[in-house]
């Protein structure tokens, strides 16, 4: 069974840094494309960052271009979100997700693996 696992909740102020992790287990995702998604109160989830399979390539959605940093330990099965200069507008539920594919996708639909999501709340 696979399972991927998030950690780092948070309440931090505006203009803060948190770093967001994910073990994934029953799978090795060294050659797969892992990302981070995000859902705010009353809103659809939506994409916040992509790796490609082994780390080569990386995106990003616009919104955080700068600020956040997606990065992966392929050795511990891990991925990371490093959010730096946070915003209010940067609370929600952040998922760690999973893909099939090696390169960096940025749909949902192209994520088969879902971790349970984490909250990460920034005050004003």
């Known amino acids: 069974q696979v399972q991927l696992v998030e950690s780092g909740v948070g309440l931090v102020q505006t203009g803060g840094s948190l770093r967001l992790s994910c073990a994934a287990s029953?799978?090795?995702?060294?050659?797969?494309?892992m990302g981070w998604f995000r859902q705010a109160p009353g809103k659809e989830r939506e994409f916040v960052a992509a790796?490609?399979?082994?780390?080569?390539?990386?995106h990003y959605a616009h919104s955080v271009k700068g600020r956040f940093t997606i990065s992966r330990d392929d050795a511990k099965n891990s991925v990371y979100l490093q959010m730096n200069s946070l915003k209010p507008e940067d609370t929600a539920v952040y998922y760690c997700a999973g893909s099939r594919y090696m390169w960096e996708v940025v749909s949902a639909s192209e994520y088969t693996y879902w971790g349970q999501g984490t909250q990460v709340t920034v005050s004003s």
């Open positions: 790796s490609s399979g082994s780390g080569g390539s990386t």
């Open positions: 029953g799978r090795t995702f060294s050659s797969s494309a």
